[in-house]
């Protein structure tokens, strides 16, 4: 035991040492003063989602951040996503496009997504403001915010049975805005919203102090972030509010705005391969929306009725249209998938714009 303790004592130390060494020299690198007792482990776990593409948004929860090129995904000015290889900037004016993954175009390149072939087919600049995991919530708080950044002459946003339930969360994987109803009127909640929560409670012991160094906590996030950052607390947290009902006063509110500034709005309603084999709940949920944005007078780009009634008559298959995984239809949209829903929003455009959105 003697000779152990002789031998273990100058190594532990030497570790130590080393790490101490190491932990000062990342924290003068970063910025971050020698001293501060700071749990990186807390601070980080908003961010190590899709590789570092999504970063901290106080206004919406999160976003894409802007200058991003990793993987074959390219983004520019206000995390846009690039429609062609030499756009190095956001556009003015033109078709603004917001929505969840479907539209930020998860699983496919740059030049694949829905709006990069919507700007090709229309000749008209297309600016991809979509980002993944946003509630419809999100989508239109999103399109209000680039409204004012790059004024637009056309507002896209998509609906998705998936994207109007994940409004009526207060927490989806990280703290989002969201909304409550008094008086028939939307009223803001998480404004700002606030960064994941940290607390100790039913967390592992070691995790909680290991995570008071950068060293290891970005070492852990390099080798696995998903285990280094989960905890045994909950992630998510329903808001309280009826889905459905927020969605429709969301179309109300993003109607009245782009009707005061004279944008054209359409509402693109797309559907997952799991809502096409699923029962009619998702479908009935939807509908709903779409009969609140046509009460509205709002445009909808149909995607999900000649999708469904393409399939039905045998001329598509859910393959071709959604990325498949283990057999089945239930990935995102794939390059053919993405030009189905461009050409449906082309023809919606080419129609006439018809009377203005019914808002009071």
Known sequence: MGKFAKFALPLLVSCLLSLLFVETGLRIWHGVSPFALTNFRADHQ???????????????????????????????????????????????????????????????????????QLERLSGIPVN???APGYGFDQVVLRAEQLMDAVDPDIVVVDIMATTIDWTGYAILNRPKPYFLVENHELVRRHEPVPKLPYSAR??????????????IDRTMAAIDAPWWYARGERTSLRSGGDPVELSCLLIRRIAKKTSERDIRLLVVSIPTGQDLLAADEPATTIAKVEQCARDYRVQIAPVRARLTAA??????????????ADGKPAGHLTEAGNRFVAEIVHEALREPYGTAPVVD
Do not use: C
């Not at 039913?202 to 060293?215: E, F, N, Q, T, V």
């Open 46 to 116: 908003i961010v190590h989602h899709f590789k570092g593409l999504i970063g901290y948004d106080s206004d919406l929860g999160w976003s894409m951040k802007p200058h991003f090129t990793e993987d074959g995904i390219t983004t520019v000015d206000f995390g846009l996503r690039r429609s062609r290889e030499d756009q190095s900037e956001a556009h003015r004016g033109g078709i603004l496009a917001s929505g969840s993954s479907f539209t930020a175009g998860v699983d496919v390149g740059d030049a694949e997504t829905w709006p990069a």
């Open 128 to 130: 991809n403001g979509g």
């Open 311 to 324: 399939i039905s008559a045998g001329e598509i298959g859910l393959d071709d249209i959604y990325q498949v």
């Open 202 to 215: 039913r967390d592992h012991p070691l995790k909680r102090i290991a995570g008071y160094s950068l060293a």
